[in-house]
T-cell receptor, first 116, second 114 residues
Framework: NAGVMQNPRHLVRRRGQEARLRCSPM?????VYWYRQLPEEGLKFMVY????????ESGMPKERFSAEFPKEGPSILRIQQVVRGDSAAYFC??????????????FGNGTRLTVT | AQSVTQLDSQVPVFEEAPVELRCNYS??????LFWYVQYPNQGLQLLLK??????LVKGINGFEAEFNKSQTSFHLRKPSVHISDTAEYFC????????????FGTGTRLQVFP
């Protein structure tokens, strides 16, 4: 039973390029969450999605960042025109439903984005 | 808004010694509380959670935590640590009526020495 799969594990982009991070939730999970971990900091919530719907994007930067979770396929976190400050570890988590009674959130191993 | 403070960024300890990792939170509403562990280059794994009921919560790998509402704390303890417990530990909270997102502390790095 595969866990949350994120790819790539490491991604290097030059300033101005686009970064696409993929997350396949655990089988049977329809809720996906994206978190960002900056160096020496805890994880910061970015966005919560269900299939084809963005439920809560209060943690997403207003510009350059977008997320989707289509009916088929993985969830995608897209960062356009990356800047050095976007360098971080991006974690995806999934759950079968909303709320702590459906916890724990199952986290992937993250994508480490480096912007040069 | 909620916030989580982990007072110690690093905790060095010898193997088989007891350890306590401190966590304090701030919230104007009721919260749920969590401890997660992160091993190098991996995602987070839930150690334990407090939702309601007994304030002493037991988790995996011999860890336990006690919810103290008056002191707004949720300290993590283990009576005897092992080398394999070396990792980063994160305390987190979520609102009871808005559980979409977890608010994490900045983490405590537990380093266990032989």
């Amino acid at each position: 039973n595969a866990g949350v799969m994120q790819n790539p594990r490491h991604l290097v982009r030059r300033r101005g390029q686009e970064a696409r991070l993929r997350c396949s939730p655990m089988k049977g999970h329809s809720h996906v969450y994206w978190y960002r971990q900056l160096p020496e900091e805890g994880l910061k919530f970015m966005v919560y999605l269900q299939k084809e719907n963005i439920i809560d994007e209060s943690g997403m930067p207003k510009e350059r960042f977008s997320a989707e979770f289509p009916k088929e396929g993985p969830s995608i976190l897209r960062i356009q025109q990356v800047v050095r400050g976007d360098s971080a570890a991006y974690f995806c988590a999934s759950s079968p439903g909303q709320g702590p009674y459906n916890s724990p959130l199952h986290f992937g191993n993250g994508t480490r984005l480096t912007v040069t | 808004a909620q916030s989580v403070t982990q007072l110690d960024s690093q905790v060095p300890v010898f193997e088989e010694a007891p350890v306590e990792l401190r966590c304090n939170y701030s919230s104007s509403v009721s919260v749920y509380l969590f401890w997660y562990v992160q091993y190098p280059n991996q995602g987070l794994q839930l150690l334990l959670k407090y939702l309601s009921g007994s304030t002493l919560v037991k988790g995996i790998n011999g860890f336990e935590a006690e919810f103290n509402k008056s002191q707004t704390s949720f300290h993590l303890r283990k009576p005897s640590v092992h080398i394999s417990d070396t990792a980063e530990y994160f305390c987190a909270v979520s609102e009871t009526y808005n559980t979409d997102k977890l608010i994490f502390g900045t983490g405590t790095r537990l380093q266990v020495f032989p």
